[in-house]
């Protein structure tokens, strides 16, 4: 069984690289195109695979070629499938990402196949025997059946709810949750809302400043980590190599300043190359941190 299961959505992403990020009315120059797996939950699995982590996935793809695809890509990461469900004749989730010459990102894309795992496709088994439950953008009631079964059974969750946090009701998860990662946008729109700071007082929030850094605020301590100077290529899936960096070094150490450390590693030179899928495996990631210092 895997040491961690990640949850939530695969897609099939379309990279566009243009002079800049189109506005109203406005034209942009395409440089390149490229094409791969894509999808917070897959990009974390990837990435954990990368760093040795055995890992499995909770998600659903489309039977067509780009579901096919995916799911080629997954199983030659090394990605557990056999909780990753196909769609009869469903259409694999496409992303179409405009990332511009400063490497910053915009997407377009439909949910298709996306979210067709329920809470009855939820194996229980295969979430209790994980050491750790990293949850991501999903149905709110699948994420709440992961979380809530993974809890009961004393498995660590840690919730990265992305984008949509503020446009769901993800109050279930949020509560089974012992980690949750938001950026700077995330955490100034909802926390301060929907979801006051104090709701989490008992819990780690991971704040992801981008090439800023991140900060850990835990019930006994906060941890500040000002992030690695790097020359940002394409930011797209470098939170999702910072989720799977930090979650890698807790499963070692509970440790964590070192976690957000070997977090901000990840996600730096993730946004260093292009792709959603450009985390570092375990030997680059020891190489970049031993030139660090």
């Not at 799977?244 to 590693?265: K, P, T």
């Amino acid at each position: 069984m895997p040491q961690v299961v990640t949850a939530g959505h695969v897609n099939w992403d379309v990279t566009l690289r243009v002079d800049r990020l189109p506005e109203p009315d406005g034209e942009s120059r395409i440089s390149s195109q490229q094409s791969s797996g894509g999808g917070s939950a897959a990009n974390v699995a990837v990435a954990l695979s990368g760093l040795n982590v055995d890992t499995g996935l909770v998600g659903s793809v489309g039977d067509d070629e780009n579901g096919l695809l995916a799911r080629r890509e997954l199983d030659e990461a090394g990605v557990d499938l056999q909780s990753l469900l196909t769609v009869s004749d469903g259409q694999t989730a496409v992303k179409y990402l405009l990332v511009d010459e400063q490497g910053e990102v915009a997407v377009l894309g439909n949910d298709g196949a996306n979210e067709a795992v329920t809470p009855d496709d939820v194996e229980p088994d295969y979430v209790r025997a994980a050491d750790h439950v990293h949850l991501t953008s999903q149905r709110p009631d699948t994420a709440a059946a992961l979380a809530e079964t993974a809890s009961a059974a004393g498995v660590r969750v840690s919730f990265d709810p992305g984008r949509r946090l503020a446009d769901r009701d993800f109050s279930r998860a949020l509560d089974a949750a012992d980690i949750l990662f938001l950026n700077d946008r995330e955490a100034e729109s909802v926390l301060e809302t929907e979801y006051p700071g104090s709701a989490f007082a008992d819990r780690v929030l991971v704040i992801k400043h981008g090439s800023e850094g991140a900060v850990v605020h835990a019930p006994d301590a906060t941890y500040e980590h000002p992030g690695f100077g790097v020359d940002p290529v394409d930011t797209t899936g470098a939170g999702d190599a910072f989720a799977a960096g930090f979650v890698a070094a807790l499963l070692e150490i509970e440790d964590y300043e070192r976690a957000v450390e070997h977090g901000n590693a990840c996600g730096a030179l993730a946004a260093a190359e292009e792709g959603a899928r450009a985390a570092p495996t375990e030997s680059e990631l020891e190489t970049f941190l031993d030139e660090q210092y």
